[in-house]
């Protein structure tokens, strides 16, 4: 079992910077891929960015490629999600998931709360 809980949103203008982190309860938080997916109003949960167990492998949307880093401590049994750059489009609820692969949400086990990021223009 995992607990996930997100921190770090907030209200930030266009081109500003935020980081998310994702704090996970549990012994085997560094066998998990983890991830990052956000909704916005009115969509469907999209993913934004993941990374492997021990950090080696990441992968990004193309919405973010370039602006957005994923990396994790599994010392500290975090995930952090650092957005540059960011964009109107950028605001949605951002999750945090812990789970095998992949970018759809149905392979993630385990989801945190959310936090709220708002970029204005």
């Known amino acids: 079992q995992v607990q996930l809980v997100e921190s770090g949103g907030g209200l930030v203008q266009a081109g500003d910077s935020l980081r998310l982190s994702c704090a996970a309860s549990?012994?085997?938080?560094?066998?998990?891929?983890m991830a990052w997916f956000r909704q916005a109003p009115g969509k469907e949960r999209e993913f934004v960015a993941r990374?492997?167990?021990?950090?080696?492998?990441?992968s990004y949307a193309e919405s973010v490629k370039g602006r957005f880093i994923i990396s994790r401590n599994n010392a500290k049994n975090t995930v952090y999600l650092q957005m540059n750059s960011l964009k109107p489009e950028d605001t949605a609820i951002y999750y945090c998931?812990?789970?095998?692969?992949?970018?759809?949400?149905?392979?993630?086990?385990?989801w945190g709360q959310g936090t709220q990021v708002t970029v204005s223009s």
């Open positions: 990374i492997t167990s021990i950090g080696v492998i990441t």
């Open positions: 998931a812990a789970g095998q692969s992949g970018r759809i949400p149905t392979t993630y086990d385990y």
């Open positions: 549990g012994r085997t938080f560094s066998a998990y891929v």
